[in-house]
């Protein structure tokens, strides 16, 4: 038996009543939503757009990434340091920090393991610079007393 209201007709009232699947479900009390009006998008295919935006959006922070860290190099160490430091990245560690970046965004336990992998990262490094220090202090004593 064919409905008495148009198609579209029919798809508006399901919007309005109550679902049979799932009873407990009510339909919204200020009735169905407006469509929202099409916004500007490059393309018409949604595939192009989320492309479009990915690569915007990676390419913004992969550049804004670059200019935070070679800023907090500079305020630490001088330029040639920085050089250094920046053409020193091989291949080995380009991988893994891209392996760790997955993991860490890939579930909650791996954030925990790359997170106090961090952690403990920087705990070992304070120790080798205390250490550094001390080795200098203790030189730098007898020095004094002669």
Known sequence: MASPHPPEHDAQDSVDRQDPENPDRLPPADGPKPRRASRAMPSPDPNTNLMIADIV????????RRK???????EEYDP???????????????VGLFGASR???????????????????TLYDRGKARQLRRRKQRKAAPARET
């Open 103 to 121: 993991l860490a965004t890939g579930s909650l336990p791996g954030l925990a393991l790359v997170a106090g992998g961090l952690a403990a990262k």
């Open 68 to 74: 935070l860290k070679d800023r907090m190099l500079l």
């Open 80 to 94: 040639d340091k920085v050089a250094k430091f920046k053409d020193g990245k091989g291949l080995i560690r380009t």
């Open 57 to 64: 959006l990676r390419g913004s922070s992969l550049f804004l």
